[in-house]
């Protein structure tokens, strides 16, 4: 069963124009080809050349702005879209790329890219959408600023967007090679063999991400979604808790979490995860449908049925809702069946997460006590002389410096 994950984060310009680290990434939607004519691609790269040739001195404009934290999908740069999903039945997060995956489509008589690109000018393309000829400017880039990660990086994930996982594999891996600490490489690298079915590989990667961010609950979630990928269910579970404890209004970790239950055919324990999930974002299909399906495979068809007619709302072309809602509306629905209150299974789980925060939170301190007291006892049973006893150099008048 193929998964679908999303790349996180933004592309911007200052720091690595400074030679610094910063954070990149894109969208979190899929994204949709914008095909150029001939014509369109020409001009897009004469006038990229002509930027180049008018620029005198150095490339002073090379690199990419900062951005703050992960999960709350920060401003500036290249604004992320909303969460969706898309393909099959069961996603656990928003793909790069088209539902299709259909791979990388050339141009015909598609032009070189220039030699002196900039990273700006291949930022500047890859803000516009066409990341197949993003990944041919930063490509063209790291040939003259192979010592930046940035650009290795931007050309794995503008690849990556443009279905080519082969190509996205190799630049990701670049960047680890330049930069062994790249958290957001070694994080899109696990995402980018997850869709190619190497969980193995991918959860060496990601447990990399966990070590060097352990406050990031994406890491925990694609740590989830590598151990469910591989059969771990628990160990899944167990990463899916500590990713909600650090973001309880992680509606993707709810969505994997409600498909893991699936996967396991505990049907009903995924509802609630999904409840909360459609209620925090009652517009993604992915969401909706997964609902939906937990709902039908539980016995609730009515409730299953409006799951369904949400997704379509939130995307008319979701094949995969609409064949699911004829099957529904064509069964008889079971009277011993009792209706379902979702809002009030939403509202259950967000309190069972703030449980889960309480129950870390009181661990967390259990442990600092076991790391303090040790040292406390330490101090206060140093040696003490016993009384009467008389320090010989002292009453003899020495210095203790010896004879």
Same mark, same amino acid.
């Given at each position: 069963?193929?998964r679908?994950?999303?790349?996180?984060?933004?592309?911007?310009?200052?720091?690595?124009?400074?030679?610094?680290?910063?954070?990149?990434?894109? %969208?979190?939607?899929?994204?949709?080809?914008?095909?150029?004519?001939?014509?369109?691609?020409?001009?897009?790269?004469?006038?990229?050349?002509?930027?180049?040739?008018?620029?005198?001195?150095?490339?002073? *404009?090379?690199? =990419?702005?900062?951005?703050?934290?992960?999960?709350?999908?920060?401003?500036?740069?290249?604004?992320?879209?909303?969460?969706?999903?898309?393909?099959?039945?069961?996603?656990?997060?928003? %793909?790069?790329?088209?539902a299709?995956?259909?791979?990388?489509?050339?141009?015909?008589? *598609?032009?070189?890219?220039?030699?002196? =690109?900039s990273?700006s #000018?291949?930022?500047?393309?890859?803000?516009?959408? #066409?990341?197949?000829?993003?990944? #041919?400017?930063?490509?063209?880039?790291?040939?003259?600023?192979?010592?930046?990660?940035?650009?290795?990086?931007?050309?794995?994930?503008?690849?990556?967007?443009?279905?080519?996982?082969?190509?996205?594999?190799?630049?990701?891996k670049?960047?680890? /090679?330049?930069?062994?600490?790249?958290? *957001?490489?070694?994080?899109n690298?696990?995402?980018?063999?997850?869709?190619?079915?190497?969980?193995?590989?991918?959860?060496?990667?990601?447990?990399?991400?966990? /070590?060097?961010?352990?406050?990031?609950g994406?890491?925990?979630?694609?740590?989830?979604?590598?151990?469910?990928?591989?059969?771990?269910?628990?160990?899944?579970?167990?990463?899916?808790?500590?990713?909600?404890?650090?973001?309880?209004?992680?509606?993707?970790?709810?969505?994997?979490?409600?498909?893991?239950?699936?996967?396991?055919?505990?049907?009903?324990?995924?509802?609630?995860?999904?409840?909360?999930?459609?209620?925090?974002?009652?517009?993604?299909?992915?969401?909706?449908?997964?609902?939906?399906?937990?709902?039908?495979?539980?016995?609730?068809?009515?409730?299953?049925?409006?799951?369904?007619?949400?997704?379509?709302?939130?995307?008319?072309?979701?094949? +995969?809702a609409?064949?699911?809602?004829?099957?529904?509306?064509?069964?008889?629905?079971?009277?011993?069946?009792?209706?379902?209150?979702?809002?009030?299974?939403?509202?259950?789980?967000?309190?069972?997460?703030?449980?889960? +925060?309480?129950?870390?939170?009181?661990?967390?301190?259990?442990?600092?006590?076991?790391?303090?007291?040790?040292?406390?006892?330490?101090?206060?049973?140093?040696?003490?002389?016993?009384?009467?006893?008389? #320090?010989?150099? *002292?009453?003899?008048?020495?210095?203790?410096?010896?004879?």
């Amino acid at each position: 069963m193929s998964r679908n994950h999303e790349v996180v984060g933004r592309s911007g310009g200052a720091n690595a124009r400074r030679g610094e680290r910063g954070a990149v990434g894109g %969208r979190s939607g899929p994204a949709v080809r914008r095909p150029l004519r001939r014509g369109g691609l020409l001009a897009v790269v004469a006038g990229l050349t002509a930027v180049a040739l008018a620029a005198c001195g150095p490339d002073a *404009k090379e690199g =990419v702005r900062t951005r703050g934290d992960v999960s709350s999908r920060r401003g500036g740069g290249v604004t992320p879209a909303s969460p969706s999903g898309s393909g099959t039945v069961l996603v656990s997060d928003t %793909r790069p790329g088209g539902a299709s995956g259909v791979g990388p489509v050339e141009s015909p008589g *598609k032009p070189s890219a220039p030699a002196n =690109v900039s990273y700006s #000018d291949a930022e500047g393309v890859f803000r516009a959408g #066409d990341y197949a000829l993003a990944a #041919d400017l930063f490509e063209a880039y790291t040939l003259r600023r192979p010592e930046n990660p940035w650009g290795h990086y931007m050309l794995g994930i503008s690849a990556w967007r443009d279905g080519d996982h082969a190509r996205a594999e190799a630049a990701l891996k670049r960047t680890i /090679e330049v930069d062994p600490e790249h958290a *957001k490489a070694l994080l899109n690298l696990a995402r980018v063999l997850l869709e190619q079915r190497k969980a193995s590989d991918a959860l060496d990667y990601v447990e990399r991400v966990v /070590e060097l961010k352990p406050e990031s609950g994406e890491g925990r979630r694609v740590l989830g979604n590598a151990r469910s990928d591989l059969g771990m269910a628990d160990a899944a579970l167990a990463a899916y808790r500590e990713a909600l404890v650090l973001n309880h209004r992680d509606a993707w970790t709810m969505n994997n979490l409600g498909l893991l239950m699936i996967r396991e055919g505990r049907y009903e324990e995924a509802l609630p995860p999904l409840a909360r999930a459609t209620e925090l974002h009652p517009d993604v299909a992915v969401f909706q449908n997964n609902l939906g399906l937990a709902l039908e495979r539980s016995g609730h068809l009515a409730e299953a049925a409006d799951a369904f007619r949400a997704a379509l709302i939130a995307r008319p072309v979701y094949e +995969k809702a609409r064949v699911s809602l004829v099957r529904v509306e064509s069964q008889a629905p079971t009277a011993t069946v009792e209706t379902l209150d979702l809002a009030a299974l939403a509202s259950g789980f967000a309190d069972e997460v703030s449980r889960w +925060k309480e129950q870390s939170l009181a661990a967390e301190l259990v442990e600092t006590l076991e790391l303090v007291v040790p040292l406390e006892a330490t101090d206060s049973t140093e040696a003490v002389e016993p009384a009467g006893t008389v #320090d010989s150099t *002292k009453a003899a008048g020495s210095t203790g410096h010896g004879g």
